[in-house]
């Protein structure tokens, strides 16, 4: 097979013969049904997210219950109300300061593992299209000169 590096990075190569993320060295003709997914959101911000969630409920439920929705002010029903927009405003600032991952998939030997994950999208995207290009290389027997490197190229004449 091919050993030309189709991508290379501190701790990520691929070539056309092997796919190699830091420990782990998988043959690219052994890959397949490659798919990409998004992994999940940052725990710390799900957990602000329930929390935040549960409390707000819990005092809407406490004041239901016991009449004091009744007695509020105009001012501590919009309190409220900016209250209850926590949770989204949590939702999105975790989102947007922590993303979910991007992960690459595939079955390897008859298993679907996590071939590589990585939360920079560029990054992501280089190492998919370089994976894809190997395969490719793979099925096809190898890089070689392009078949028209020794034809003529026409050119249209000038006017």
Do not use: C
Not at 29 to 38: D, F, G, K
């Amino acid at each position: 097979m091919n050993s030309v590096a189709l991508y290379q990075r501190p701790g990520i190569s691929i070539t056309g013969s092997w796919f190699v993320v830091g420990a782990r060295r998988y043959s690219v003709s052994e890959l397949s049904q490659l798919h990409t997914a998004r992994g999940p959101h940052d725990p710390l911000t799900v957990r602000a997210v329930a929390v935040t969630g549960v409390l707000l409920a819990g005092i809407g439920v406490a004041l239901g219950y016991t009449g004091g929705l009744y007695h509020l002010t105009a001012a501590a029903y919009l309190t409220l109300g900016v209250a209850a927009l926590v949770p989204v405003l949590l939702a999105i600032i975790g989102h947007r300061w922590r993303p979910p991952a991007y992960e690459l998939w595939g079955n390897y030997r008859g298993m679907t593992m996590l071939l590589f994950s990585s939360d920079q999208e560029r990054e992501f995207g280089q190492v998919t299209r370089a994976l894809l290009r190997a395969r490719e290389v793979a099925r096809l027997g190898g890089l070689g000169e392009p078949l028209v490197s020794t034809a003529d190229i026409w050119y249209p004449k000038p006017r």
